[in-house]
């Protein structure tokens, strides 16, 4: 069974563009997880996405949003990018919501100049 | 305020000791808590998930521990191996309307041969 895929894996940006991260669930999965890691402030969750309804969100600014598709592959996107948005965007998908365990993609590395 | 703390913030310890890494919290209302480990570079994978109710929960020579009362968790490791060597993430679910993910900082645990 494929895990859980994410494209791009590195990419880079300049301040003021916009940016869009895909995933990819492993087969079977509906729940879509987006997580920000920083080496200052950690792993942080963005949003969570079950049956293309966003379920659950962070506290981050609405520069960040996502969504889900049918397929239950998930993309997001951040606009006006910022120096502080250079971190790696993790994605876990996992069965359904609660307490399933999630399964984590590589991560999309961001680097914001 | 909701917060999750972990120690030590980094450990090294001989390979084929035993290590305990602590948890506290101050989460509430506590819905459940689990254990990350993550390799340099790559995502999280999932050690343990555990609610209110659980008191122990193992994975290989991976053992978690919960004490509700006292709000606190550690995770042993047994007989260490080189592959051990990461960073151990503790993440508390608060229950409520949509259920909050607060995320501790890590510990980053190097096993030595």
């Known amino acids: 069974k494929a895990g859980v895929t994410q494209t791009p894996r590195y990419l880079i940006k300049t301040r003021g563009q916009q940016v869009t991260l895909s995933c990819s669930p492993i087969s079977g999965h509906r729940s879509v997880s987006w997580y920000q890691q920083t080496p200052g402030q950690g792993l942080q969750f963005l949003f969570e996405?079950?049956?293309?309804?966003?379920?659950n969100k962070g506290n981050f600014p609405g520069r960040f949003s996502g969504r889900q598709f049918s397929n239950s592959r998930s993309e997001m996107n951040v606009s006006t990018l910022e120096l502080g948005d250079s971190a790696l965007y993790l994605c876990?998908?996992?069965?359904?919501?609660?307490?399933?365990?999630?399964?984590f993609g590589p991560g999309t590395r961001l680097l914001v100049l | 305020k909701n917060q999750v703390e972990q120690s030590p913030q980094s450990l090294i310890i001989l390979e084929g000791k035993n290590c305990t890494l602590q948890c506290n919290y101050t989460v509430s209302p506590f819905s459940n808590l689990r254990w990350y480990k993550q390799d340099t570079g790559r995502g999280p994978v999932s050690l343990t998930i555990?609610?209110?109710?659980?008191n122990t929960k193992s994975n290989g020579r991976y053992t978690a521990t919960l004490d509700a009362d006292t709000k606190q968790s550690s995770l042993h490791i047994t007989a260490s191996q080189l592959s051990d060597s990461a960073s151990y993430i503790c993440?508390?679910?608060?229950?409520?309307?949509?259920?909050?993910?607060?995320f501790g900082t890590g510990t980053r645990l190097q096993v030595f041969p």
């Open positions: 876990a998908s996992s069965r359904s919501t609660g307490l399933e365990t999630q399964y």
């Open positions: 555990m609610t209110f109710s659980e």
């Open positions: 993440v508390v679910s608060s229950r409520g309307g949509t259920d909050k993910l607060i």
């Open positions: 996405y079950f049956s293309e309804t966003q379920r």
